[in-house]
């Protein structure tokens, strides 16, 4: 770690991260259509990432960034030197190991997720790291509209603590267990019984101050070795990093949801789920999981063609986001990319399947 980075006054930091799966440790990731290990996967949230920090430098002129992998060699994408672009946007490059793998058929979908708990982990180690420094730590497909300082000011009021909650009903089955069945493992792991549902919030952002990060991972040290005994035996567990979020969150008594007026989860694809609505341009934070390969992609080429500088970038880039990724509103040519996509990853799925079960028979 350079020291460089805390000469500054402010300790803000916004985050994110990328954990590359190893060939024979990949789990499933349905947005992007193609096998975690592989290179075109990859690629896809390298892309995301360089369009996250741009998103966020336009914006966050104050904020340190800080971005936490496993991989030791930053790659060349499109031609485009990854390492060199974040050196240019001031990005400073944590690196730390994925310590927290699940063993085989743990749980099928997102399990680097739990690379989030490595951050922690390295937060907490990391002494050059003030006690009242605040971490926003997002998924890479989020993109900025505003400044964040309006997020740390509100977490500074609420403990060091915000987060974004999703409304599921009790029976809705969120990655595997419902909010009831994770009522029941709270009660569990407690020794009594939990009167009311608990509160599922979204693995996609976490901003906590540092005390609170070094509490919350110490606590998940003694939960991990409690769930892969739990998986041994066939009980119910924690299949993602959000729900042992959301049981870390609980049993610290923080307050949920407050990040709920800043961000949010934002389905855009017609095909399947499209939750879009004229309100989000208010927001701080888009959350976009289904453009990955699209308007993320779109913005990412617009970002190559501004040399990934801030400067360059148009006075209306608000206006450029929400066309490239269609919101409030599709285009025609947008309708017909979904849609193409959506059927060309179908296809593709259906031919993998094929393969491996012709290749087991």
């Known amino acids: 770690m350079q020291n460089s980075i805390f000469e500054h006054m402010n ?10 799966d190893e060939v024979g440790e990949e789990s499933n990731f349905p947005q992007t259509g193609e096998l975690s290990s592989s290179r075109k996967h990859q690629e896809i949230y390298w892309r995301c990432i360089l369009s996250f920090y741009m998103t966020s430098k336009c914006f966050n002129t ?52 739990f690379y989030e708990f490595s951050i922690m982990e390295y937060i907490s180690n990391e002494t050059l790291f003030p006690e009242n420094a605040n971490f926003l730590i997002l998924d890479s497909d989020c993109i900025f509209l505003k400044a964040a300082d309006p997020l740390f000011q509100s977490a500074n009021r609420n403990g060091g603590f915000l987060s974004y909650t999703l ?25 009594t019984d939990q009167p009311s549902l608990p509160d599922y919030h979204g693995g996609e952002f976490l901003l906590s101050s540092k005390k609170n990060i070094v509490r919350m991972f110490s606590q998940f040290s003694q939960l991990w070795p409690e769930m892969l005994r739990r998986n041994e035996e066939g009980k119910l567990k924690f299949n993602e990093e959000a729900h042992v979020l959301s049981y870390l969150y609980y049993r610290n008594g923080f307050s949920g ?32 999981p289904a453009e990955k390969t699209l308007g993320l992609a779109s913005l990412y080429r617009y970002f190559a063609r501004h040399q990934f500088d801030p400067r360059l970038i148009s006075k209306n880039y608000p206006e450029v986001i ?22 060309q990853n179908a296809l593709k799925k259906k031919v993998r399947k094929l393969v491996k079960s012709l290749n087991q028979s």
């Open 62 to 113: 104050d904020e340190q960034h800080l971005f936490f992998t496993n991989v030791s060699n930053l790659p060349v994408v499109d031609g485009i030197s990854v390492a060199a672009v974040l050196e240019n946007l001031q990005v400073q490059v944590c690196h730390t190991d994925f310590k927290f793998k699940t063993p085989q058929g743990y749980y099928g979908s997102w399990q680097n997720q």
């Open 167 to 191: 409304e599921y009903a009790p029976d809705h089955i969120i990655n595997g267990i419902t909010r009831e069945e994770m009522r029941v493992i709270y009660g569990q792991l407690s020794g």
């Open 11 to 20: 300790t803000n930091y916004v985050c994110t991260w990328f954990c590359a």
């Open 322 to 343: 929400a066309q490239k990724v269609g919101i409030p509103r599709l285009s025609v040519q947008s309708y017909l990319s979904y849609y193409s996509q959506t059927y």
């Open 257 to 288: 949801g407050g990040a709920n007026t800043f961000i949010k989860r934002i389905w855009t694809n017609p095909v399947f789920f499209r939750n879009v609505a004229e309100a989000d341009k208010l927001l701080t934070i888009w959350h976009l």
